[in-house]
């Protein structure tokens, strides 16, 4: 079981190069981290979200947790923060999709994770 729920998530680091799968209600997905910078009192990342399939995802949420870890890199849950996104615009078939999204109250010299989880679709489109 801890498997199957570590599939359905993507655990990312400021610094992280890549991408990594995660599983959705509709097959996989790619998330990668691409870029932190200061916004207010947080951080604005910018988070692609891939997707492979041959359908374009015209409507997708996702859920985002943050915060700060320690020196050994470990999660430091009492300044986790959670949210819920819609991504901005629709997953184009076979292609990446750029969303900038604010993290309320860690700046990026605090920021040490960020964990997406939870997609869920509720529309597709495919070609004729």
Excluded: C
């Excluded at 610094?15 to 959705?24: I, L």
């Amino acid at each position: 079981m801890m498997a199957a729920e570590n599939a359905k998530q993507a655990l990312l680091t400021p610094g992280d190069d890549g991408f990594y799968p995660v599983v959705s209600d509709i097959g996989l997905l790619t998330v990668a981290l691409k870029d932190v910078k200061p916004y207010a009192s947080g951080s604005k990342i910018t988070l692609k979200i891939g997707n492979p399939h041959s359908a374009t995802v015209t409507s997708i949420t996702y859920v985002v947790e943050w915060g700060k870890a320690t020196a050994d890199g470990l999660i430091e849950t009492s300044s986790s923060k959670t949210k819920e996104f819609n991504s901005i615009q629709p997953l184009k078939a076979g292609s990446w999709s750029t969303n900038e999204i604010v993290l309320d109250g860690i700046p990026p010299s605090d920021l040490g994770y960020v964990r997406v989880s939870h997609f869920q679709t509720s529309g597709i489109s495919l070609s004729k």
